[in-house]
T-cell receptor, first 108, second 115 residues
Framework: GQNIDQPTEMTATEGAIVQINCTYQ??????LFWYQQHAGEAPTFLSY????GLEEKGRFSSFLSRSKGYSYLLLKELQMKDSASYLC?????????FGKGTRLHILP | DARVTQTPRDKVTEMGQEVTMRCQPI?????VFWYRQTMMQGLELLAY????????DSGMPKDRFSAEMPDATLATLKIQPSEPRDSAVYFC?????????????FGPGTRLTVL
């Protein structure tokens, strides 16, 4: 979706850590969202980064590098309920553009 | 508790028929978005409104789609005539402002199937 790239699928083990990367086109960039979407449900907001650096919220952290057009979502102490799609979205020129999402599979 | 509502939740229709989807944003939110989600394209922004005024509908096929906000508590997305390629889940989301990009709250979606 309009130059927002993230891996299609990832697999990790319960209790482990996983990092989901996202790259985006930097023109007109204002900020970067991460959303979680369980199968058959609506996306739910996880984080929004405007400034460079790492923001931590419990088991989830999000990182942004504006100069590199790069972000990642870090999930720690993975639980089975974290199996979902994770959507990266750029706030660009007053529009929110979503990537196609990364489907995360958690193995017991 | 405050949430975005959408009706209908599921719609099956035949090609050529008119489809109207409705959304009630969270009370007090001044920005409303319409998205379409398919496996192939992911989540695509169709249109959005701020204070009921359309700000951008460039993501929407203009010949058959139209979006309106007749009042602050109702947003509609209409497809006329519908085509099989319109089959998707249509999400409405509301928020307080964009940019700087406050959180958007998504409704449960309308699953549209056009036969």
């Amino acid at each position: 979706g309009q130059n927002i790239d993230q891996p299609t699928e990832m697999t990790a083990t319960e209790g482990a850590i996983v990092q989901i990367n996202c790259t985006y086109q930097t023109s007109g960039f204002n900020g970067l969202f991460w959303y979680q979407q369980h199968a058959g449900e609506a996306p739910t907001f996880l984080s929004y980064n405007v400034l460079d650096g790492l923001e931590e919220k419990g088991r989830f952290s999000s990182f942004l590098s504006r100069s590199k057009g790069y972000s990642y979502l870090l999930l720690k102490e993975l639980q089975m309920k974290d199996s979902a799609s994770y959507l990266c979205a750029a706030n660009r020129d007053d529009k929110i553009i979503f990537g196609k999402g990364t489907r995360l599979h958690i193995l017991p | 508790d405050a949430r975005v509502t959408q009706t209908p939740r599921d719609k099956v229709t035949e090609m050529g028929q008119e489809v109207t989807m409705r959304c009630q944003p969270i009370l007090g939110h001044n920005t409303v978005f319409w998205y379409r989600q398919t496996m192939m394209q992911g989540l695509e922004l169709l249109a959005y409104f701020r204070n009921r005024a359309p700000l951008d509908d460039s993501g929407m096929p203009k010949d058959r789609f139209s979006a309106e906000m007749p009042d602050a508590t109702l947003a509609t997305l209409k497809i006329q005539p519908s085509e099989p390629r319109d089959s998707a889940v249509y999400f409405c989301a509301s928020g307080l402002a964009t940019p700087p990009g406050n959180e958007q709250f998504f409704g449960p979606g309308t699953r549209l199937t056009v036969l």
